[in-house]
């Protein structure tokens, strides 16, 4: 017989956090190859439009359903609207806009530039450190891009307007990043 207490195990119930990332992954990768098809027919705002209404009444519906209030300030809701405005309504605006005249193969190319040059801004204007062989492996990113979308260009599979667009998207994310790293 034993002195010592019983105590409980608890027993290891399902996590789904695994499910719901790999699900989040599989949406995500493809948003380009979506929204090139969604520009084909629905104008790319009109689209966005639709897109952030549905996800919005679905958060709120959520929220509403798990009784969870707001807890936010005026100045927390301001700083949420710019990095919304910088991270979603103009980068996936302009990126859409761009899709109408880009391949999606290239959009998402251009945009995948985006730790690129938020490690390199985010070492200019926030100090971070960077290393001789991150800065090697930066400049080898900005040239592969670069040599790509060049090429592009030059074949003419691609219009320079829709490269634009996408670009000033890539800089809307890149700057909403830093924004929110500040």
Known sequence: MSL???????????????????LFCL????????????VTDC??????TARF?????????ISALRGEGWQLSWRDVA????????????????GYTGLKTV??????????ANPVFTAMLAALLLGETLTWR???????GVVGVTFIVWHRIS??????????YTLASLASIVVGTILFKV
């Open 4 to 22: 010592a207490p019983s105590v409980a195990v608890p027993r290891a119930g399902f996590n789904p956090l695994p499910l719901y990332i790999g």
């Open 27 to 38: 949406l995500w990768s493809f948003a380009f190859v979506a929204g090139k098809i969604g």
């Open 43 to 48: 104008p790319p705002l009109i689209l966005l």
């Open 53 to 61: 209404s549905l996800a919005g009444v679905l958060i709120l519906g």
């Open 79 to 94: 700083v949420f609207a710019v990095l919304g405005v910088a991270n979603n309504a103009l980068y996936l605006g302009l």
């Open 103 to 112: 391949s999606a193969g290239l959009g998402g190319l251009i945009v995948s």
């Open 134 to 140: 991150k800065v090697v492996g930066l400049l080898l």
């Open 155 to 164: 074949v003419g599979t691609d219009s320079l307007d829709g490269i634009v």
